[in-house]
């Protein structure tokens, strides 16, 4: 439970589901903005004459910048708190939106993806801590709550660049301001109540975080297999959000407008398995998600190149819903294995995800160029191998020491 006082606690408790579906709302539309570019790339990538490398490397520009600054912003605010950092992060998404709409050169689509980026890492650090502050305990379900609002924005950015953005063009990018605004309205209360938190809690003994269990050497191995995983599902994801329309467009002939209304289907369903991951992983344990996740997702993503469009398209989904799962269940899993750092553990597995994902995207984007991306799919369908990396995460009793066991 928060560490408030006996006075106002039935109030944070009665304000935490707002808060954490605040937050989720929030990372809704912080998620859809950014995704502006992504669902532009079929335009831009006619209007500018820009090739796979370059697509790829507007997505690494995005995600980099996100990547380096948000394991930083964590690690600052764990010892400085800012509650009104989060309304700071829809500044910059708001001043991206611009720099989207009016861009007109491959220079400004970096600078306009890096401005975004900067907000994203501001952004999901800050906002994770919250919705694990309002969470009353519940883990799990406030991480899966919060990010399963990403989620959905994400998914639907097709939606709007099939019915909105394609038809009207880059311009039209500019009505998206609205929803920065509207963000920055929304973190600005969720800022009040943070602060609050801060005064009620400021007045209640410090309570000692758990101790590290584990060695820095174990820890450490543990860290780069968790990287590994997150390896394994983002550069899966990242291909699919960067270049999926592509793939449709290739193999089957379809249209830019309908080949977004199936990265819809593939993006709502991330949506949905992130959801169910987070109370899941509650109740059977983090590691089980993490197993049934990665590796559970293997069979179908070996499958998803060689089908026909239907198929590709049942597949995609059941692809999305099952390895969407577990990234609520790493992230709580990761910050138990550094107790008292959330926000520096939630910088790092948000900033690593983005990282992995957007070099995965520039690396895959130059490999397309050279033997088509239809190929490059077929490559893919490999990565949840690593999955099988979990084996070496510690279980329960040794993540918790020997009492957890008892």
């Given at each position: 439970?928060?560490?408030?006082?006996?006075?106002?606690?039935?109030?944070?408790q009665?304000?935490?589901?707002?808060?954490?579906?605040?937050?989720?709302?929030?990372?809704?539309?912080?998620?859809?903005?950014?995704?502006?570019?992504?669902?532009?790339?079929?335009?831009?990538?006619?209007?500018?004459?820009?090739?796979?490398?370059?697509?790829?490397?507007?997505?690494?520009?995005?995600?980099?910048?996100?990547?380096?600054?948000?394991?930083?912003?964590?690690y600052?605010?764990?010892?400085?708190?800012?509650?009104?950092?989060?309304?700071?992060?829809?500044?910059?998404?708001?001043?991206?939106?611009?720099?989207?709409?009016?861009?007109?050169?491959?220079?400004?689509?970096?600078?306009?993806?890096m401005?975004?980026?900067?907000?994203?890492?501001?952004?999901?650090p800050?906002?994770?801590?919250?919705?694990?502050?309002?969470?009353?305990?519940?883990?799990?379900?406030?991480?899966?709550?919060?990010?399963?609002?990403?989620?959905?924005?994400?998914?639907?950015?097709?939606?709007?660049?099939?019915?909105?953005?394609?038809?009207?063009?880059?311009s039209?990018?500019?009505?998206?301001?609205?929803?920065?605004?509207?963000?920055?309205?929304?973190?600005?209360?969720?800022g009040?109540?943070?602060?609050?938190?801060?005064?009620?809690?400021?007045?209640r003994?410090?309570?000692?975080?758990?101790?590290?269990?584990?060695?820095?050497?174990?820890?450490?191995?543990?860290?780069?297999?968790?990287?590994?995983?997150?390896?394994?599902?983002?550069?899966?994801?990242?291909s699919?959000?960067?270049y999926?329309?592509?793939?449709?467009?290739?193999?089957?002939?379809?249209?830019?407008?309908?080949?977004?209304?199936?990265?819809?289907?593939?993006?709502?369903?991330?949506?949905?398995?992130?959801?169910?991951?987070?109370?899941?992983?509650?109740?059977?344990?983090?590691?089980?998600?993490?197993?049934?996740?990665?590796?559970?997702?293997?069979p179908?993503?070996?499958?998803l190149?060689?089908?026909?469009?239907?198929?590709?398209?049942?597949?995609?989904?059941?692809?999305?819903?099952?390895?969407?799962?577990?990234?609520?269940?790493?992230?709580?899993?990761?910050?138990?294995?550094?107790?008292?750092?959330?926000?520096?553990?939630?910088?790092?597995?948000?900033?690593?995800?983005?990282?992995?994902?957007?070099?995965?995207?520039?690396?895959?984007?130059?490999?397309?160029?050279?033997?088509?991306?239809?190929?490059?799919?077929?490559?893919?369908?490999?990565?949840p191998f690593?999955?099988?990396?979990?084996?070496?995460?510690?279980?329960?009793?040794?993540?918790?020491?020997?009492?957890?066991?008892?």
């Open positions: 439970m928060d560490a408030v006082s006996a006075k106002t606690a039935p109030a944070v009665q304000t935490s589901l707002i808060i954490i579906v605040a937050v989720s709302a929030s990372h809704l539309l912080n998620d859809l903005m950014q995704f502006l570019l992504p669902a532009l790339y079929p335009l831009l990538k006619d209007a500018y004459g820009l090739d796979y490398v370059q697509i790829g490397l507007i997505t690494l520009a995005q995600q980099m910048t996100a990547s380096l600054l948000q394991p930083v912003v964590g600052y605010t764990d010892k400085n708190p800012m509650p009104y950092a989060l309304a700071v992060s829809m500044v910059f998404a708001l001043v991206g939106v611009g720099l989207i709409a009016t861009a007109n050169s491959f220079g400004l689509l970096i600078l306009a993806a401005v975004g980026g900067v907000g994203s890492a501001i952004f999901h800050e906002a994770s801590r919250v919705a694990r502050l309002a969470s009353g305990g519940r883990l799990g379900f406030a991480q899966s709550l919060f990010q399963v609002g990403g989620n959905v924005g994400t998914a639907v950015g097709p939606l709007a660049a099939a019915y909105f953005l394609l038809p009207r063009g880059q039209s990018t500019a009505w998206f301001a609205l929803v920065a605004i509207t963000a920055l309205v929304i973190l600005a209360a969720v009040r109540w943070y602060a609050a938190h801060q005064r009620a809690s400021s007045g003994p410090v309570l000692k975080a758990a101790q590290q269990v584990l060695s820095r050497r174990r820890l450490t191995m543990v860290f780069l297999v968790i990287g590994a995983l997150l390896l394994s599902k983002y550069v899966y994801i990242s699919i959000t960067s999926y329309s592509f793939f449709l467009i290739e193999k089957f002939a379809l249209t830019a407008e309908q080949a977004q209304l199936y990265l819809f289907l593939f993006l709502g369903a991330i949506a949905a398995g992130t959801f169910i991951g987070g109370p899941v992983g509650d109740r059977f344990g983090r590691l089980t998600v993490i197993w049934c996740s990665i590796v559970g997702a293997l179908f993503t070996l499958l190149p060689h089908m026909n469009l239907f198929g590709t398209a049942v597949v995609s989904v059941l692809v999305g819903l099952i390895l969407s799962s577990a990234f609520s269940a790493i992230v709580v899993y990761a910050q138990e294995l550094v107790p008292g750092k959330v926000g520096m553990v939630a910088g790092f597995v948000f900033g690593f995800a983005f990282g992995i994902g957007a070099i995965g995207a520039a690396v895959l984007g130059a490999l397309a160029d050279q033997i088509g991306i239809v190929a490059v799919f077929g490559l893919c369908a490999f990565l690593l999955g099988f990396l979990t084996i070496f995460l510690p279980r329960h009793a040794e993540l918790h020491g020997k009492e957890a066991a008892a």
